[in-house]
């Protein structure tokens, strides 16, 4: 018989009632209105977006990094692991509550991620920290931008106005990012309007379906051309 899930936190959210759930000593949900938003038992998406957005970083003097959101931590772990000592890692979390599971009940699943001395936490929506990279030019530009949220794009994202995926989103995106720079994104599913925009934009974009079997998430990765 399967052992029963216990609630170890839960706080309201404009989405509903967001939950910590643990059974054993490894396995943990986040839930948010009864729906499963992350399972720590099934991740292999999340660690591979991390590890394709930040391969060609390690051999960078000071790259710098934004991931949103920080989840259970095993994106932020992937990037880290890429990355030199000298990496700057900025992480957009909108619920706090969330940062203190990482560095409490979920802290031992990434070797304590959230804990790492490159890492800036801030308690903000990623929207806002790509306008302000955006608007304060190279000095603030990042090499990689790394989006893992539970709402990736779809058929139903606004093609203009959509605050993460749609064009104008896109275009402010690419503003914060120095040459060469990637933008990576997690989705529950291919869309193929999604990559339209980030081509129309002058991103060159690749995805694919990490792991074999067993549901199978979608990495995309889109990158800008170097300029000499």
Known sequence: MARPWHIIDRVSTADGVLELRQRGEHDFLITVGGLVLMNSSAHRSEVALGR???????????????????????????????????????????????????????????????????????????????????????????DAIILDLYTGPDSGSHQQNHPLYGSRAIERTRSALATGGVFAVWGENRDEGFIQRLESAGFRVTSERPGRGGLRHVVYLARLPVTH
């Open 52 to 142: 394709i957005a930040c391969s060609s970083l390690l051999q960078k003097p000071e790259p710098r990094v934004l991931v949103a959101g920080l989840g259970m931590g095993y994106t932020l772990r992937a990037v880290l692991d890429e990355l030199p000592e000298s990496a700057i890692v900025n992480v957009a979390e909108l619920n706090p509550h969330v940062v203190t599971w990482c560095q409490g009940p979920l802290a031992h699943l990434t070797g304590s991620a959230v804990s790492d001395p490159r890492v800036c936490l801030e308690i903000a929506d990623v929207a806002d920290l790509i306008k302000r990279g955006a608007e304060n030019g190279r000095a603030e530009s990042y």
